[in-house]
């Protein structure tokens, strides 16, 4: 069996037609399958692209036709479900704002699901939080082991399922981490865009990256004075195979370690929409990566 683990798709349904085609897939009456082929996508399925619905169809009918297809939970997923489920603990609030940046987040995908907006969450309240699938575990941005294991007895999302998390820090860090990943904050002031920085917990290469992204020069130093903290994240050689998306990376498909593959070349300006194709007798290779163009 080949797992096609596939990045962060935001709507891209041309893209993703291609991709599947690319890997092998072929249309059998209306769904994507192929014999030896299980396609693992990493969420982040929603938002930004022109066809979301579209998208989520054809992700949803590989899934349910049996094929052995799967998703794990995503923060562009969680963060629309969360914007709809009431906080267990602020009286009148959601568990997300509705702020005016997070309203712009979820748009899109508001307009373009309209009436059918309630079944398409229903269906995204069902997807797990991780796939642990013979040597590999698939989740969206961050693993720190033994963290995420609090979530363990939550398997989905549902408006009860996100009330207690949103009641107890402990459970919130780790859906965080999770779901985003580590985030610092590089002071006032000097926010990107007014966001966080995304700390790139499987990459070694990663301050000259965050230095193009950031335009903040002394990145390297905020990282190593947050050093204790940052070890926590790194992943061990011996450790399991780890299949993440979410880092919108840029420049070509490439492995960082080989036990930890981000997926998620989608980068706004060039990038591309990427699969990692794994087989437990082949071992980990860049030539295990297919991609194709976003546009
Ligand atoms: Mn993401």
Same mark, same amino acid.
């Given at each position: 069996?080949?797992?096609?683990? !596939?990045?962060?798709?935001?709507?891209? =349904?041309?893209?993703?037609?291609?991709?599947?085609?690319?890997?092998?897939?072929?249309?059998?009456?209306?769904?994507?399958?192929?014999?030896?082929?299980?396609?693992?996508?990493?969420?982040?399925?929603?938002? =930004?692209?022109?066809?979301?619905?579209?998208?989520?169809?054809?992700?949803?009918?590989? !899934?349910? &036709?049996?094929?052995? &297809?799967? !998703?794990?939970m995503?923060?562009?997923e969680a963060n629309l479900l969360a914007m709809h489920v009431g906080h267990p603990?602020?009286?009148?609030?959601y568990c997300r $704002?509705?702020?005016?940046?997070?309203?712009?987040?979820?748009?899109?995908?508001?307009?373009?699901? %309209?009436?059918?907006?309630?079944? *398409?969450m229903?269906?995204f309240s069902?997807?797990?939080?991780?796939?642990?699938?013979?040597?590999?575990?698939?989740? /969206? +941005?961050?693993? $720190? #082991?033994? &963290?995420?294991?609090?979530?363990?007895?939550i398997?989905k999302l549902n408006a009860k399922n996100i009330k207690r998390i949103f009641a107890?820090?402990?459970l919130l860090?780790?859906y965080?981490?999770?779901?985003? #990943?580590?985030?610092?904050?590089?002071? =006032?002031?000097?926010?990107?865009?007014?966001?966080?920085?995304?700390?790139?917990?499987?990459?070694?290469?990663?301050?000259?990256? +965050?230095?193009?992204?950031?335009?903040?020069?002394?990145?390297?130093?905020? !990282? /190593?004075?947050?050093?204790?903290?940052?070890?926590?994240?790194?992943?061990? @050689?011996?450790?399991?195979?780890?299949?993440?998306?979410?880092?919108?990376?840029?420049? *070509?498909? =490439?492995?960082?370690? @080989?036990? +930890?593959?981000?997926?998620?070349?989608?980068? $706004?300006?060039?990038?591309?929409?990427? +699969?990692?194709?794994?087989?437990?007798?082949?071992?980990?290779?860049?030539?295990?990566?297919?991609?194709?163009?976003? %546009?």
């Amino acid at each position: 069996m080949i797992y096609d683990v !596939i990045g962060d798709v935001h709507g891209m =349904r041309r893209a993703l037609e291609n991709l599947l085609v690319k890997l092998g897939y072929t249309n059998c009456d209306g769904v994507y399958c192929s014999p030896e082929r299980r396609a693992i996508f990493v969420g982040d399925i929603i938002d =930004r692209g022109p066809e979301i619905p579209a998208t989520c169809d054809i992700i949803r009918g590989m !899934i349910e &036709a049996g094929a052995g &297809a799967g !998703i794990v939970m995503a923060n562009h997923e969680a963060n629309l479900l969360a914007m709809h489920v009431g906080h267990p603990i602020h009286e009148g609030e959601y568990c997300r $704002r509705r702020s005016s940046r997070n309203l712009a987040q979820v748009h899109e995908t508001i307009e373009q699901f %309209d009436n059918q907006l309630d079944e *398409a969450m229903d269906w995204f309240s069902t997807w797990p939080l991780w796939l642990e699938l013979d040597d590999m575990l698939v989740f /969206h +941005a961050c693993w $720190r #082991g033994k &963290a995420e294991l609090d979530l363990a007895g939550i398997n989905k999302l549902n408006a009860k399922n996100i009330k207690r998390i949103f009641a107890q820090n402990k459970l919130l860090a780790s859906y965080n981490n999770l779901l985003k #990943g580590p985030e610092f904050s590089l002071g =006032r002031g000097r926010q990107k865009d007014g966001y966080d920085v995304r700390y790139l917990w499987f990459a070694r290469e990663q301050v000259s990256d +965050a230095v193009e992204r950031t335009g903040v020069h002394d990145y390297a130093n905020h !990282i /190593h004075k947050n050093g204790q903290r940052l070890k926590d994240f790194h992943h061990g @050689k011996n450790g399991k195979l780890l299949f993440f998306g979410h880092y919108s990376m840029h420049g *070509a498909p =490439r492995l960082f370690q @080989k036990n +930890a593959i981000c997926v998620d070349f989608s980068n $706004r300006k060039k990038g591309c929409l990427t +699969a990692y194709s794994h087989q437990k007798s082949q071992g980990v290779g860049e030539k295990h990566f297919t991609s194709v163009a976003l %546009d």
